[in-house]
Nanobody
Framework: QAQVVESGGGLVQAGGSLRLCCAA?????????MGWFRQAPGKERTFVAA???????VYADSVKGRFTISRDNAKNTVYLQMNSLKPEDTAVYYC?????????????WGQGTQVTVSA
């Protein structure tokens, strides 16, 4: 059973940075596509970024040039480096295995990690 645990969220001022981490288990991580989604209050969960097993990447237009997704196969971990944060980036961020390029592979989700960006 695939499982993920997200961490690294917090409160940051606009223009600041955060790095999110996602530890994955239950599947062959090195051959899996991984990604991040986010859900703002009162809104649907949306795609943020994905990284293929080959390390190819895809980003939502709203985060291109500001966010960077990466992975460490030795640690079964995927990261999301978020720079130049904006108040509209405030959301709960979730990690999941990816149906390439931007669909969650599983219906089950972790607990997520809260990111709050103050103006």
């Amino acid at each position: 059973q695939a499982q993920v645990v997200e961490s690294g969220g917090g409160l940051v001022q606009a223009g600041g940075s955060l790095r999110l981490c996602c530890a994955a288990s239950g599947r062959s991580f090195s051959s899996a596509h991984m990604g991040w989604f986010r859900q703002a209050p009162g809104k649907e969960r949306t795609f943020v970024a994905a990284i293929a097993w080959s390390s190819s990447t895809v980003y939502a237009d709203s985060v291109k040039g500001r966010f960077t997704i990466s992975r460490d196969n030795a640690k079964n971990t995927v990261y999301l480096q978020m720079n130049s944060l904006k108040p509209e980036d405030t959301a709960v961020y979730y990690c999941n295995f990816i149906g390439w390029p931007n669909r969650p592979a599983f219906d089950s989700w972790g607990q997520g990690t809260q990111v709050t960006v103050s103006a």
